[in-house]
């Protein structure tokens, strides 16, 4: 068993922030392997499904970015779900757009999601890192990652989303470092 947390704000103000990337995740796999709609739990959105036969909980949770550490916590040990078995798909500065890569543990680099769910989850949980690129000025990495994908953005994200929800089983493999290579190869042929 495993769990897909995406990383997001709630609030149709946020759908499609950049620091939204995680929640569209989740999104496009839900559609992707028909999982159930999403039902409130745990403070945030839930829904069952399963991947090439693996039963799979996608969460995305519903307390702001900077506290959703216990959202997820409360998930994973209600579904006794350790966190190797926990992936989380969020935003990263410090890629290029539409880059992808994927490790265990490591740190937050700044990201106060992944902070607070270090807090409350440890560090050995998987994380899908999704590029979205820096702004040019450092002050207004607040606004940048608050503000909606750009028309130019859509021409890479609207690719990517869907590759990385159809090559989801590589994440539950016992080396998701493939699922990386296979998407970004992908990817990059396309681009």
Known sequence: MHLLVGLGN??????????NVGFMCMDEIRKSYGFSPEKAKFSG???EGHIDGERVYTF????YMNRSGRPVAEASRFFKIPPEQVVVFHDDL???????RVKQGGGH?????LRD????LGKLYWRVRIGIGRPLHKDAVSSYVLSNFSKEDHKWLDFLLP????????LLTTSPEQYTAK???IFSQQQ
């Open 10 to 19: 709630p609030g149709s103000e946020y759908t499609h922030n950049r620091h």
């Open 45 to 47: 959105l839930l829904s």
């Open 60 to 63: 995305k949770p519903l307390a």
């Open 94 to 100: 410090d890629l290029t757009s539409g880059k992808v």
């Open 109 to 113: 680099g700044g990201h106060n999601g």
């Open 117 to 120: 769910l270090d807090d409350h």
């Open 163 to 170: 590759l990385l929800a159809d090559e989801a089983q590589l």
């Open 183 to 185: 998407v970004m190869q």
